[in-house]
């Protein structure tokens, strides 16, 4: 293992990439990371594991580990000359006021603001014209602001209850907390220990919620694999809560999910046994002994019911549709032989709201939105004209709104609320942002490139005006490729920190994402997972052949699904970038399925166990088992957060130990370990605002910056 690194810097941004570099030294000492003897085998195949011990997030030498860790990187963080100089930056830039879109429910608006650098935005109430007030502070919840809303506000049929939930240090584990919504008072004991859980009221008396039993060892790594689903009357203690459906050893679901219908008539529930497909049943809530009826015994579709006008119920489905479409059918004679197309598939995906008594059709069109507008038999009302090319989300709220909202962002434009009057079709200004930015001075530009096997591949570059393609631009390519998610065009104020120092902020639209449907999901997944791989490489290519960047200016980043696409990418093509910032990822391919809820990945990846092939194709990219000894890989800062109990930070801390104990060359490979963190949500704008200086401090100064490229910027804004 080498123990001293010294780091060569190149010379400023202006200089020729082949012009001999000006030394500069940052020492590190990498802590002494034990190798133990641990060995599996899967079909005969013998497979090494010397940094099991790591896995092991409660044990004193973890611990130590992860201190030493930090104690390097911040070292080497604290050194580099303008990472204080971004943070000020981001600070400035952030300090604006945020307001989301108003809710109704009964007397009074609600919405959440944010005055610019509080940790958590607080909810507002308003009545009438009267002067708002704030009904709910998250902030007071901590010091740190380390314990967030996990959920929004969920009110009874009245309107006078409401429910929400807490995490605390970034954990999926939840608390739910029922509060008087006239005096803010909470009015029952918290209940506990609920994970991937919504909150469903049954009228004013109680709500159904979803939770595993409390795993016997460590609460952040063991596994939970059996979901169930619970109805919590009000006025009860949590161990009287009633179990609806989950628990059978012979049935296992990882996630269950339970939804009322609006009017109060129907619950349905939706069982799954991983992140894609689910069952769907019902129970008719008017007839109090009512048996839960299946309408889908089977996992193979993505189906819901989105909308019920009395026995009527609409349902969005990918049932021969991969594009999706939605069919009606009544509560009566529910099956899928009886379902009537009501929306049809079309050639572009398809996501549903509903409010005001209309459906808005979202579809994707290369990623970006194109929105419809029905009415209730289906009718074609019109095409919803959007502020330009990019994101539009909202048209949702309750039948009797007579006004709704909708956000249109994109990569250069900030987030901005829009009011939208359904009768008419008009759109108006409800709030433009505060922020000291001007869009103008950006372009943002959509490109089609080829992957290794022909596919075309969409990806869109946002940079500063008048940037010179000369292969000189420090630039960062984002992907995901995975969970038939789909990456849409939207503002960030990172984004605009990294491109304010002629930064170019490129998104590829991968493989294994949900831009294209079904068929493209599933070419990005199990044995065609190196598909999604292929795809970032190619868009890596095309930006160096096009004299965007080249390999000496070009960083990869993704996380969760995407910690594994650099972490793949890195170790497959450790020439073709500079820099590696995989976060939160999934890097141990053979035992990803052994943690909390990770073998419900299984539907993307599948598992070790499935078969020979399957075990031989995961370890052929698995990124803790590809890193080579006497290889030079990129400079790496892998981030995690210690309260991660999705990815657990055990991925992270094995591959760190990998490439530190293998890595050649001068690049320094660091792992930055966030405390009282977890996969991202709920993050405190304080913690973000800092762990973005580390990035991009990290990913200029290996870039080969002493100073930033544009300090002027930060003269023009000093306080």
Same mark, same amino acid.
């Given at each position: 293992?080498?123990?001293?690194?010294?780091?060569?810097?190149?010379?400023? &941004?202006?200089?020729?990439?082949?012009?001999?570099?000006?030394?500069?030294?940052?020492?590190?000492? @990498?802590?002494?990371? +034990? +190798?133990? %003897?641990?060995?599996?085998?899967?079909?005969?195949?013998?497979?090494?594991?010397?940094?099991?011990?790591?896995?092991?997030?409660?044990?004193?030498?973890?611990?130590?580990?992860?201190?030493? +860790?930090?104690?390097?990187?911040?070292?080497?963080?604290?050194?580099?000359?303008?990472?204080?100089?971004?943070?000020?930056?981001?600070?400035?830039?952030?300090?604006?006021?945020?307001?989301?879109?108003?809710?109704?429910?009964?007397?009074?608006?609600?919405?959440?603001?944010?005055?610019?650098?509080?940790?958590?935005?607080?909810?507002?109430?308003?009545?009438?014209?009267?002067?708002?007030?704030?009904?709910?502070?998250?902030?007071?919840?901590?010091?740190?602001?380390?314990?967030?809303?996990?959920?929004?506000?969920?009110?009874?049929?009245?309107?006078?209850?409401?429910?929400?939930?807490?995490?605390?240090?970034?954990?999926?584990?939840?608390?739910?907390?029922?509060?008087?919504?006239?005096?803010?008072?909470?009015?029952?004991?918290?209940?506990?220990?609920?994970?991937?859980?919504?909150?469903?009221?049954?009228?004013?008396?109680?709500?159904?919620?979803?939770?595993? $039993?409390?795993?016997?060892?460590?609460?952040?790594?063991?596994?939970?694999?059996?979901?169930?689903? @619970? @109805?919590?009357?009000?006025?009860?203690?949590?161990?009287?809560?009633?179990?609806?459906?989950?628990?059978?050893?012979?049935?296992?679901?990882?996630?269950?999910?339970?939804?009322?219908?609006?009017?109060?008539?129907?619950?349905?529930? @939706?069982?799954?046994?991983?992140?894609?497909?689910?069952?769907?049943?019902?129970? !008719?809530?008017?007839?109090?002994?009512?048996?839960?009826?299946?309408?889908?015994?089977? *996992? !193979?579709?993505?189906?819901?019911?989105?909308?019920?006008?009395?026995?009527?119920?609409?349902?969005?489905?990918?049932?021969?549709?991969?594009?999706?479409?939605?069919?009606?059918?009544? =509560?009566?004679?529910?099956?899928?032989?009886?379902?009537?197309?009501?929306?049809?598939?079309?050639?572009?995906?398809?996501?549903?709201?509903?409010?005001? /008594?209309?459906?808005?059709?979202?579809?994707?069109?290369?990623?970006?939105?194109?929105?419809?507008?029905?009415?209730?038999?289906?009718?074609?009302?019109?095409?919803?004209?959007?502020?330009?090319?990019?994101?539009?989300?909202?048209?949702? /709220?309750?039948?009797?709104?007579?006004?709704?909202?909708?956000?249109?962002?994109?990569?250069?434009?900030?987030?901005?609320?829009?009011?939208?009057?359904?009768? $008419?079709?008009?759109?108006?200004?409800?709030?433009?942002?505060?922020?000291?930015?001007?869009? $103008?001075?950006?372009?943002?530009?959509?490109?089609?490139?080829?992957?290794?096997?022909?596919?075309?591949?969409?990806?869109?570059?946002?940079?500063?005006?008048?940037?010179?393609?000369?292969?000189?631009?420090?630039?960062?390519?984002?992907?995901?490729?995975?969970?038939?998610?789909?990456?849409?065009?939207?503002?960030?104020?990172?984004?605009?920190?990294?491109?304010?120092?002629?930064?170019?902020?490129?998104?590829?639209?991968?493989?294994?994402?949900?831009?294209?449907?079904? %068929?493209?999901?599933?070419?990005?997944?199990?044995?065609?997972?190196?598909?999604? &791989? !292929?795809?970032?490489?190619?868009?890596?290519?095309?930006?160096?052949?096009?004299?965007?960047?080249?390999?000496?200016?070009?960083?990869?980043?993704?996380?969760?699904?995407?910690?594994?696409?650099?972490?793949?990418?890195?170790?497959?093509?450790? $020439?073709?970038?500079?820099?590696?910032?995989?976060?939160?990822?999934?890097?141990?391919?053979?035992?990803?399925?052994?943690?909390?809820?990770? =073998?419900?990945?299984?539907?993307?990846?599948?598992?070790?166990? #499935?078969?020979? %092939?399957?075990? %031989?194709?995961?370890?052929?990219?698995?990124?803790?088992?590809?890193?080579?000894?006497?290889?030079?890989?990129?400079?790496?800062?892998?981030?995690?957060?210690?309260?991660? #109990?999705?990815?657990?930070?055990?991925?992270?801390?094995?591959?760190?130990?990998?490439?530190?104990?293998?890595? =050649? /060359?001068?690049?320094? *490979?660091?792992?930055?370990?966030?405390?009282?963190?977890?996969?991202?949500?709920?993050?405190?704008?304080?913690?973000?605002?800092?762990?973005?200086?580390?990035?991009?401090?990290?990913?200029?100064?290996?870039?080969?910056?002493?100073?930033?490229?544009?300090?002027?910027?930060?003269?023009? &804004?000093?306080?």
């Amino acid at each position: 293992m080498k123990h001293i690194l010294k780091i060569s810097c190149l010379a400023l &941004f202006f200089f020729s990439c082949e012009k001999e570099p000006e030394k500069t030294e940052i020492k590190v000492t @990498y802590p002494e990371t +034990q +190798q133990k %003897e641990e060995v599996d085998t899967y079909f005969g195949t013998e497979v090494k594991d010397p940094y099991r011990w790591l896995e092991d997030d409660r044990s004193p030498e973890t611990e130590a580990w992860v201190k030493e +860790q930090n104690k390097t990187t911040f070292g080497y963080l604290d050194s580099i000359p303008f990472r204080d100089a971004l943070k000020k930056r981001y600070t400035q830039l952030v300090n604006y006021e945020r307001i989301s879109a108003p809710v109704k429910r009964g007397e009074y608006t609600y919405f959440y603001k944010n005055d610019g650098l509080q940790n958590q935005s607080v909810i507002y109430r308003q009545k009438g014209d009267s002067e708002p007030e704030v009904f709910l502070d998250p902030n007071k919840f901590a010091e740190d602001g380390t314990i967030s809303l996990g959920s929004g506000l969920n009110f009874s049929d009245n309107k006078e209850i409401v429910a929400y939930s807490i995490s605390e240090g970034g954990s999926d584990w939840r608390k739910i907390i029922i509060m008087d919504v006239a005096s803010k008072e909470v009015i029952e004991d918290t209940l506990v220990d609920i994970k991937f859980s919504g909150i469903s009221w049954k009228g004013n008396e109680g709500f159904y919620y979803s939770s595993y $039993d409390k795993p016997k060892g460590s609460e952040l790594s063991a596994k939970t694999d059996q979901h169930k689903l @619970y @109805y919590h009357k009000l006025g009860t203690s949590q161990k009287e809560d009633k179990l609806v459906y989950g628990g059978t050893p012979e049935e296992k679901h990882r996630y269950i999910g339970g939804s009322v219908t609006e009017d109060g008539n129907y619950l349905f529930i @939706y069982p799954r046994v991983s992140t894609s497909g689910n069952k769907m049943l019902m129970k !008719d809530l008017s007839k109090p002994d009512s048996e839960i009826v299946t309408i889908l015994d089977h *996992t !193979d579709t993505d189906s819901y019911i989105i909308e019920n006008v009395g026995s009527k119920l609409y349902i969005m489905t990918n049932m021969n549709a991969p594009n999706q479409k939605i069919v009606t059918v009544d =509560a009566s004679n529910p099956a899928p032989e009886n379902w009537q197309d009501f929306i049809p598939e079309t050639e572009n995906v398809l996501s549903i709201s509903t409010g005001s /008594g209309y459906f808005f059709a979202e579809y994707m069109v290369d990623a970006v939105s194109k929105v419809l507008q029905y009415d209730y038999e289906g009718k074609l009302v019109r095409e919803i004209k959007l502020p330009g090319v990019g994101s539009a989300g909202g048209f949702n /709220g309750e039948k009797e709104d007579e006004v709704l909202y909708y956000s249109f962002s994109n990569y250069k434009t900030p987030s901005t609320t829009y009011t939208y009057n359904p009768t $008419d079709g008009t759109s108006n200004v409800y709030r433009k942002p505060g922020i000291d930015f001007d869009p $103008d001075q950006y372009e943002s530009k959509q490109v089609f490139y080829k992957s290794k096997d022909g596919t075309k591949i969409p990806m869109i570059i946002t940079h500063k005006k008048g940037v010179k393609m000369n292969g000189e631009n420090p630039t960062i390519l984002y992907g995901y490729g995975g969970f038939n998610i789909s990456l849409t065009p939207s503002f960030s104020v990172a984004n605009v920190v990294w491109m304010e120092q002629g930064g170019i902020y490129a998104v590829a639209n991968l493989r294994g994402g949900g831009e294209y449907g079904k %068929e493209w999901h599933k070419a990005g997944t199990q044995m065609q997972k190196q598909n999604v &791989f !292929d795809d970032f490489i190619a868009a890596a290519e095309y930006l160096i052949d096009e004299k965007y960047t080249s390999s000496n200016f070009l960083a990869i980043r993704g996380g969760s699904n995407g910690g594994l696409l650099v972490g793949a990418t890195m170790t497959q093509r450790p $020439d073709l970038i500079k820099v590696a910032l995989p976060a939160v990822g999934v890097l141990d391919m053979l035992r990803y399925h052994t943690f909390t809820a990770g =073998a419900g990945w299984a539907y993307d990846y599948g598992t070790a166990n #499935d078969s020979k %092939e399957m075990f %031989e194709y995961l370890k052929g990219y698995s990124p803790v088992h590809n890193v080579k000894e006497g290889v030079e890989y990129p400079a790496t800062l892998i981030t995690t957060g210690d309260h991660d #109990d999705r990815v657990v930070p055990a991925h992270s801390f094995k591959f760190a130990a990998e490439l530190q104990a293998k890595q =050649a /060359g001068n690049n320094p *490979t660091l792992i930055r370990i966030e405390t009282d963190a977890g996969h991202g949500a709920g993050t405190p704008i304080s913690k973000t605002i800092e762990q973005y200086a580390d990035i991009y401090g990290f990913t200029l100064y290996n870039m080969g910056f002493k100073e930033l490229p544009n300090k002027a910027i930060l003269e023009k &804004f000093k306080d």
